[in-house]
């Protein structure tokens, strides 16, 4: 059983992510070499970025797949989106216009890094009132939110859940976000590492170093369910 990573920018030309199909192979490769066997492509939902439809997510992930089996490459794609939380992202999921995480129930949410704890507790609030789960992409990177976890916590409680980069466990997003995101693991309050891999350079989808880190650190089971039992539970 490989690492399942559940945030990525992998699809070519879709976002700031992979520019193209030689850049998603090499990307592709590294997640291979660093033990990941299925990967969730989550392009952006974001206004500036690209918000491409429904139908072109299936579509980019489809070709994605075949390309993959021709090369033989060890890896599963999955779809899915990252949405980022404006209003408009409630008519989208009350449509039903949207690419959640895999076939399951779950949305993949992103904040501006400054936004308010009321302001992130009220989205997650209003995404679980469309019948949709939010998960909160890196959260370690809301510092309003980071100041009082007992917040996160309560959300957690309401059936939100949460990511954070496997870059932060490791120290290589800096050493506040490696603090914080320490501190939520010893309190049990992560459920997914993912690589958010943009690139095969500096954001590539490195996933070992974090991985054996998480093995010290939480234990082998905490350590299994961040990196691939929570997500076949809950997404796949
Ligand atoms: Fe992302």
Redesign the pocket.
Known sequence: MGYIDM?S?ILPGMDDGSRNMPQTLRMLEIAVSEGISTMIA?P?NMPGKGCPPVSVVHRKVDELRKTVEQEGIPLEIVAGT?YYYREEVLDILEDGDVVTLGESDCVLV?FEPMAERNYIRNAVRNILGTGYRPVI??VERYAKLMEDISVLSDMRKNGILVQVNAMSVTGDNGRQAKKDVRSLLKKGLVDFVAT?A?SDGRRAPFMEKCADVLYKKCGVQYADRLLFGNAEEFLL
Do not use: I, L, N
């Open positions: 945030h920018h989550t952006h990252e992103e992409a890196h958010d943009h």
